[in-house]
């Protein structure tokens, strides 16, 4: 595996359930980060991690828990979501180079809350 | 706050010929970096170009360029000679110079390569 892997690529959920998304990479970075792509609306950045630490949480309801057991695996946990909430959701890395540390980005999940 | 702008929601161009997709941004930082993305159908953001604030010289990546003028706000993306697989939506994006917390899209355009 290459570059940052998504699972699954798609999700179909009910309100009540709870899932967990996935996402590694393979790039040796040490950020990692969420970002949902909802339609007719830009990307926004939902979580950010450095070094393993979360250092960024941009006002995400609680229904939505991120988790980074190490600087390769990201989890996004999802419980008791609403219809909203469907969009794709993209994973990222980067590795600050000190000069321009751009993202790479996974295929993302396409999550469908019914 | 910082604030990308894409007009140009879509965009048709013939095969072969340059287009150019339009970012402008609004910063108070002297410091920061800008920004293309692509993505096609499958849904991955694919890295284009990068442009730091302080670059005296404009991007280049292959067929893609930035067209840089800092004093206007706008980075824009050139790509010569396009080709069908060009095809795509495409993002600017910003953020504060070597802050991973602040990486603010826009809303995109969507190009759409003619043959």
Known sequence: ?114 | AQKITQTQPGMFVQEKEAVTLDCTYDTSDQSYGLFWYKQPSSGEMIFLIYQGSYDEQNATEGRYSLNFQKARKSANLVISASQLGDSAMYFCAMRRQYNNNDMRFGAGTRLTVKP
């Open chain 1, 1 to 114: 595996e290459t570059g940052v892997t998504q699972t699954p690529r798609h999700l179909v959920m009910g309100m009540t359930n709870k899932k967990s998304l996935k996402c590694e990479q393979h790039l040796g970075h040490n950020a990692m980060y969420w970002y949902k792509q909802s339609a007719k609306k830009p990307l926004e950045l939902m979580f950010v991690y450095n070094f393993k630490e979360q250092t960024e949480n941009n006002s995400v309801p609680s229904r939505f828990s991120p988790e980074c057991p190490n600087s390769s695996h990201l989890f996004l946990h999802l419980h008791t979501l609403q219809p909203e909430d469907s969009a794709l959701y993209l994973c990222a890395s980067s590795q600050d180079n000190g000069r321009g540390d751009e993202q790479f980005f996974g295929p993302g999940t396409r999550l469908t809350v019914l």
